[in-house]
């Protein structure tokens, strides 16, 4: 779409981009707006995206907020407010695109949230394969409040994690329907909750372990949950059979099962 064109890597402002020890992160970067998503952010944040998934050294994706007080406060108010409906129209599509892109890539994407996670930021870590939050965090689609909807998958996303009663609860009530990390964690809308000062090792973790299994299979479990989880069951269940079958084609199936067979850890080349 016009005016929404690839940025050169190198010359990020919005967000830092780091690559170390097969781990990319990305951080939000404009912490005196809470890390508000403006055109800027998204879209360097989507170069980098597809940077690090294209980049096969690179096994884990993590986006975060910088600062201590929020992952993302959502979309820049500013910004949305100066739009046409027509460009509002354009400008959710393209943001929607770019959730879509973090559930279709192989890399495994994980959102470690350190403070507000509102609006659109909800929306971006909702497109994220793993959500792990401080106790500090707070939850919600204040939206409403400002006399719009949520346009990035608000209504649709978090109704698919924690189901329609406390989907339309948090969508309808905006700053007031606000929940902490605990409420997030049993409702299902986040893997983890810790203390802020966990909130590392915790990422740390699930890097680890997403580190010593095959990347391959790892992507195509995400396509085989991201698209089955649209379709009727028959489709979907066939669709996960195509997945599996695929699966058995990789040289990680053969690495994984002569080394179980051979009683020796596996050691997967993402082929
Ligand atoms: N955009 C821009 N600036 C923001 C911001 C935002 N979303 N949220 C906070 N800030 C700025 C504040 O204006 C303030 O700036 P200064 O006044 O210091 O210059 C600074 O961050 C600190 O915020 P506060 O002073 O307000 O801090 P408090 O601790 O008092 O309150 C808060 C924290 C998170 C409760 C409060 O800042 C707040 O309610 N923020 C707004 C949250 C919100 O309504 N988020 C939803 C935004 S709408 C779409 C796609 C997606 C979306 C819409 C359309 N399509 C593409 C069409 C998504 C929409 C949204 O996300």
Redo the contacts with the bound molecule.
């Keep these: 779409m016009e005016n929404f064109q690839e940025v050169d890597e190198l010359d990020f402002e919005n967000i830092i981009y780091e690559k170390k020890d097969g781990v990319a992160t990305i951080t939000l970067n404009r912490p005196?707006?809470?890390n508000?998503?403006?055109t800027a952010v998204m879209t360097e944040l989507r170069t980098a995206i597809h940077d690090a998934d294209e980049d096969e050294s690179m096994r884990v994706i993590v986006i975060t907020g910088a600062g201590d007080?929020?992952f993302c406060?959502?979309?820049?108010?500013?910004?949305?407010q100066s739009?046409s409906p027509i460009e509002?129209?354009n400008?959710?599509?393209?943001?929607?695109m770019i959730t879509r892109e973090i559930e279709a890539i192989q890399t495994p994407v994980i959102a470690k949230i350190n403070g507000?996670c509102?609006?659109?930021?909800l929306?971006l870590a909702m497109s994220c394969d793993f959500r792990i939050a401080s106790d500090k965090s707070?939850f919600g689609?204040?939206?409403i409040?400002?006399g719009?909807?949520?346009?990035?998958g608000?209504t649709q996303r978090l109704t698919r994690l924690v189901g329609r009663t406390k989907s339309m609860e948090i969508n309808m009530l905006?700053?007031a329907g606000?929940i902490d990390a605990q409420e997030a964690y049993r409702l299902n809308l986040i893997n983890r909750v810790v203390p802020v000062e966990e909130l590392d090792n915790a990422v740390n973790d699930y890097i680890e372990k997403l580190k010593a299994l095959s990347p391959v299979t790892i992507g195509i479990i995400k396509l085989a949950v991201n698209k089955g989880i649209e379709m009727d069951i028959d489709r979907a269940l066939y669709y996960e059979a195509e997945c599996f079958g695929m699966a058995v084609s990789t040289e990680d199936f053969k690495e994984g099962t002569s080394a179980f067979l051979e009683k020796r850890k596996p050691e997967f080349k993402g082929r």
Excluded: H, T
């Design positions: 005196k707006a809470l508000a998503l403006n007080r929020a406060a959502g979309a820049d108010i500013p910004e949305l739009k509002a129209r400008w959710s599509m393209w943001l929607q507000f509102l609006g659109g930021g929306e707070k689609q204040p939206e409040n400002l719009v909807i949520p346009g990035a608000g905006g700053q606000l």
